[in-house]
Structure formats: structure tokens, C-alpha cells
């Protein structure tokens, strides 16, 4: 097993995906879907993307485009520079042999114990049975479920199903793990353990991750890059810690509010508002550019009061954002002053009555 | 009451009868099993969605299979006696209700098969096709074996099934259990002789369907 660490730039990316159109023909006295409108999406060997959406944005048809269990209506996807939307059945499977797959449901093999599980990729390779029995072994004790190998999967906890889910994912040693809403069913404990389990599969085996989630914890605490689809396209992408701390889109927006107080909204305001005096200002800092303590020595500087009313200090991948919501009471024009004053240090908006 | 009865004679008989129905629905429920498996397997993976999709396939499969499953027993029998002679040789006597037997059982099967294989999750069978597994091989390895409990279930209900039609064999001259407790039974109006077959009927029946009961559940508790 091989190891690296993060993301390594290579010259050609593992996944690339060029102006991909899906459409799933209309059902019965239906219209036809268009899952995928038009989407680009580069994975680099090494890197964790996450792929945020809201329920039928095409998160799914994407990674199984990717893997080929669904085939592009057009546009063109390059696994490792080769393009396989042309490709036929037979050569497809050897592609997706490349590839696992994890599931929310887990989707594991009732018939089968967990060693059974894993042996059955492993099976469809033909691998050789001694060989098959060294990897079973391994994996099962670097998923940490080497007690559990004879045990049916229905005496299993859900963190464990997908722990067994994850190592048959990896039996064949693929170079991409394609991962679908793979901790939903999970409470946040056992998707926290889970979690980490994807975080070692990528530092400590080098494999390449593609997680969609719903869950933008999930992208904070294990993506590097995010990627943002709403209705079959992509509309948001970048790292994590930038767009976590500057979302442009609205729908960008509403996902990161799910985990960072941006500003309060209009009724939130509202109630501020009737219990604080004053006028409210929303500081936004990024990175360690502006110290906080600046920021309020220069209000205290300038004879306002000020209280934080809203907002908090996120820690993301080791770089500390934040948005305050500050209630400024004083003389007028000292506030005018001041939040001049304030503004040439951080980003600064008035949030009005 | 009249119990009056010859029982004491046809012991005999009735062992004869119950090696014929034995023997009968054993042969039927191979053949006619293997046919409707695989009439089955056809209806299921040409279903929407399936792992051989194909509207068209499956509508004549339904069309035919709608057909010929609801046609009453009796009447089968004597509807397929021309197709008997050509394919068994006769038209009458066991081997001609082991053909029509086996006809119906197919059919009856085959959706039997598809009610059990439609309780598999396509999550499944989509993480076999995520490794790269081949359709004939996910039909092997992860179709079959995942609906196993269910197929048991559903083969012991057969069973049980096949033993009643199979009762009906005297018609065209076929023996078994039921063909004797109608002939020494009912026309002699042997009140024992029908019981003693109806109790030998029951026990058989109990008797596998326990035996599949406990087959099933031991495959579903894994
Ligand atoms: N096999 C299919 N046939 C027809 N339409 C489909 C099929 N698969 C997906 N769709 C449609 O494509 C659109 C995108 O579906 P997709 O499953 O990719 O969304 P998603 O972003 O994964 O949503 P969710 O968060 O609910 O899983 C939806 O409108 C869905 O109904
Ligand atoms: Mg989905």
C-alpha cells in the first residue's frame, strides 16, 4: 500500500469531467430529467472534494457518472487521462474495479458475513485466494473491525456496517473512493469515527475521496475542496476554508449559515434591535490579517460602547474566521466616526433597521 | 355413520399411492422449478430499472404468463394432452400428469421467483455493479443467494401446492394419494380409506413445511 499526504498536483488530474450532460429519458406521460446541465469538475490525485446540494441537484447521477454505473448523455469524463464515456461494458467494469464506492445505506451483502463482504470484490478480480486472505485480513484491521470477520453484517452497528462498507470499497486498491451521503444514516458520534476512518484512507493509503454530503460539518472537517451543485450544475468551487469564509451564491450562502453565523436575518435583527441600543455593524475577519484586539481598541479609542450581540470565531483546517455583530451606542457622530474608522481595518457592513 | 371398511386390504394401496404422489411432485417440483426460476429470473431482470431492462421482453412475458397461470388444473390437463403426446409420449398415465404438472408449476413458479427476487435492494445489487461485477455474475452471486429465505418460503408453498393438483391425477389415469382416496374412498364410500389419505396428505404437507420454515429462517437469520 502506498502513502502520501494531501493534495499532490500532477499533471493530469484524476478525474475530469468536460461539459457533462446527463438527461434520464421521461418516464411514462412524463418530461425528461436533466440531472447534469453542463458540469467541468477536475479531481487531483490526493485531494478530499466535497460535493454539497440540495436533494435533486445531481450530487448521485455525478459520482455514478464517474464510475460509470451511469452513462453521460454527453460531454466527456477522464478517469486518469482515459476517457470511458465511450468505452464498453466489459472495459467499463475494469474501470470501476479502479474505483469504490461507498453507500448511505451501506448496501452490504446480507448473504455474506463481513469477511464474505470484502472477499467479493476480490472474487469479481479473481485475486488469488492466499492473496485474498492477506488483504481481507489487512483491511479488516485497519478498518478496526478484525473481531467482527465472521460475524453477519445484521449483528452490526450502522458505524460498523459502513466500516466493513469502506474496507470492501478498498479491497481492489483503488485510487478513488467515491463516497454518497456516506454518514447520513450515522449519528453524529459514529459519523465523527467514520469520519476519521476516511481521513486515514486518504493520508495513510493515498486515495483520493469524492464525498457528497448534505452535512457542510462533513466538508469542514474532511474536505479540502468544496464543490456546490444546484440543479445539474456546479455553481461554487473552491477550498474549503475560503469558501466556508467568503460564500458567494445564495445557495453557497445558506449552506455555510448551517454552520457559520454569518449576520443575523431580519427577524433575528429585529429582536436584537429591541433589546439593544445602538447601531449594529457586522465585522468580518479572515485569517489572522486583523487582530480582533485592534479592532476594539480602536472603537474603545473613540468613546463608543459596544456590545457583540451575534455571530462567532470558526476554526477551519487551522485558519480562524469569523463574523461579529457588534451593537454601537454613543454620540452620533462618534459612531459614524468609529465605524469609518473600524471599516479601513476589516470588512464592515451596516446592518440597518 | 357407515365405517365399514376395506382399509385392512389396501394398505398396500396405500403406500403405492403415497410413493406415486411423492414421486410425482418430486419430479415436477425439479423440472417445473428449474423452468420457472429461470421464467422468473427473466420476468425480474427485464423489470424497469432491472439488470436486463427491456419493456418489451417483459410485457410478452407477462402477457404469457398471465396467460396460462390462471387456467383451473383440470382443465390444463386436458388442454395440454396433445402437447403430452408429442413430448412424453402419452397422453395419459403419470408421465402425462408429470408434463402438465410441471407446465403449471412453471408458471406458477415464476412469479413466485420474481416476488422473491423483487425483495432484493437494488442498493445491492448497485454496489456489485460499483466493483465490476458482470450481470450473470451478480445474478449468481448476489441475486440468488440474497433472496434465498424468501425463495425456500416460496418453493415449500409450491410444494404444498403441487401436492393438491397432483390429487387431481386420476382424471387422466395418473395414481398417487389423491386418485386413491377418491377411487376406494369416496366411490366406495369408505369414510376410513379417504380419512387414512387425507391424515397421510396432512402429515406429509406438515411436515415439509416445517422443514422449509426452519430452512428459511436459519438463511434469514444471517
Ligand atoms: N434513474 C433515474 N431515472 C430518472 N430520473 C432520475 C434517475 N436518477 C436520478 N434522477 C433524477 O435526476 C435528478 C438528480 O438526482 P440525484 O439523485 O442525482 O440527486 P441528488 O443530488 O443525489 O439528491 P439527493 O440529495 O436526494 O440524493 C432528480 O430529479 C432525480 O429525480
Ligand atoms: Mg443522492
Do not use: C
Not at chain 2, 417445473?32 to 429461470?38: F, H, Q, S, T
Not at chain 2, 395419459?92 to 406458477?108: E, R, V
Request: hydrophobic fraction near 50%.
Amino acid at each position: 500500500m502506498t502513502t502520501a499526504a494531501g493534495p499532490a498536483a500532477t499533471s493530469v488530474p484524476l478525474v475530469e469531467l468536460r461539459d457533462v450532460h446527463k438527461t434520464f429519458p421521461a418516464a411514462r406521460g412524463g418530461t425528461p430529467v436533466e440531472a447534469i446541465r453542463g458540469v467541468d469538475l477536475s479531481v487531483e490525485a490526493g485531494e478530499i472534494v466535497g460535493i454539497v446540494g440540495y436533494s435533486g441537484a445531481g450530487k448521485s447521477t455525478l459520482v455514478r457518472l464517474i464510475n460509470a454505473l451511469e452513462s453521460t448523455t454527453s460531454g466527456s469524463v477522464r478517469i486518469g487521462g482515459r476517457e470511458i464515456a465511450d468505452l464498453k461494458e466489459r472495459d467499463l467494469r475494469e474501470v470501476r474495479l479502479g474505483i469504490g464506492m461507498i453507500f448511505q445505506q451501506f448496501n452490504l451483502f446480507r448473504s455474506r458475513t463481513v469477511w464474505g463482504n470484502i472477499a467479493y470484490p476480490l472474487e469479481v478480480a479473481g485475486v488469488a485466494r492466499a492473496e485474498q486472505n492477506q488483504r481481507i485480513s489487512d483491511l479488516l484491521h485497519f478498518v478496526g473491525l478484525a473481531d467482527k470477520a465472521h460475524s453477519h453484517v445484521d449483528e452490526l452497528s450502522g458505524g460498523q456496517k459502513q466500516r466493513v462498507g469502506i474496507a470492501r470499497a478498498l479491497a481492489t486498491e483503488p485510487s478513488l473512493l467515491l463516497a454518497d451521503e456516506s454518514t447520513s444514516a450515522l449519528d453524529p458520534e459514529t459519523t465523527q469515527e467514520v469520519l476519521s476512518l476516511l481521513r486515514r484512507v486518504n493520508r495513510e493509503l493515498g486515495i483520493t475521496i469524492v464525498v457528497i454530503t448534505h452535512e457542510m460539518d462533513v466538508v469542514r472537517s474532511l474536505a479540502h475542496r468544496v464543490v456546490v451543485m444546484e440543479a445539474g450544475r456546479i455553481v461554487e468551487q473552491g477550498p474549503v476554508v475560503q469558501v466556508l469564509s467568503d460564500p458567494q451564491q445564495p445557495v453557497t450562502r445558506r449552506f455555510v449559515s448551517t454552520i457559520v453565523d454569518d449576520e443575523p436575518d431580519a427577524e433575528a435583527l429585529a429582536a436584537l434591535h429591541a433589546r439593544h441600543p445602538g447601531h449594529f455593524v457586522k465585522l468580518a475577519f479572515r485569517g489572522d490579517e486583523v487582530r480582533q484586539s485592534d479592532v476594539f481598541a480602536e472603537l474603545l479609542s473613540r468613546d463608543v460602547r459596544f456590545e457583540l450581540v451575534y455571530g462567532g470565531i470558526e476554526e477551519v483546517q487551522g485558519e480562524t474566521f469569523g463574523n461579529l455583530t457588534l451593537a454601537l451606542d454613543g454620540d452620533p457622530a462618534a459612531v459614524t466616526a468609529a465605524v469609518a474608522a473600524v471599516a479601513d481595518l476589516v470588512p464592515t457592513t451596516e446592518l440597518s433597521r | 355413520m357407515n365405517l365399514d371398511t376395506n382399509i385392512g386390504e389396501l394398505w398396500p394401496l396405500v403406500w403405492q399411492g403415497a410413493y406415486e404422489t411423492l414421486y410425482i411432485v418430486a419430479i415436477t417440483l425439479t423440472l417445473g422449478g428449474i423452468l420457472g426460476l429461470l421464467l422468473g429470473l427473466a420476468l425480474y431482470v427485464t423489470r424497469r430499472g432491472g439488470l436486463y431492462a427491456s419493456r418489451a421482453t417483459n410485457l410478452v412475458l407477462n402477457v404469457v404468463v398471465n396467460f396460462f397461470r390462471p387456467i383451473p388444473f383440470v382443465i390444463f390437463i386436458a388442454a395440454v394432452q396433445p402437447l403430452a403426446r408429442v413430448v412424453v409420449g402419452t397422453g395419459i398415465g403419470n408421465p402425462a400428469i408429470i408434463f402438465a404438472l410441471t407446465l403449471a408449476a412453471a408458471f406458477g413458479i415464476s412469479r413466485i421467483v420474481e416476488q422473491s427476487l423483487v425483495t432484493v435492494d437494488p442498493g445491492v445489487i448497485e454496489a456489485a455493479r460499483s466493483v465490476g461485477a458482470s450481470r450473470l455474475h451478480i445474478i449468481r452471486t448476489v441475486v440468488l443467494p440474497e433472496a434465498l429465505g424468501p425463495l425456500v418460503l416460496g418453493y415449500t408453498f409450491i410444494f404444498v401446492a403441487l401436492v393438491d393438483m397432483s390429487a387431481i391425477a386420476g382424471v387422466i389415469g395418473g395414481g398417487g394419494l389423491g386418485n386413491f382416496a377418491l377411487q376406494y374412498g369416496y366411490r366406495q364410500f369408505d369414510a376410513v380409506v379417504t380419512w387414512t389419505a387425507v391424515v397421510i396428505i396432512v402429515a406429509l404437507v406438515q411436515v415439509v413445511q416445517l422443514a422449509g420454515n426452519v430452512a428459511a429462517r436459519r438463511i434469514m437469520r444471517r
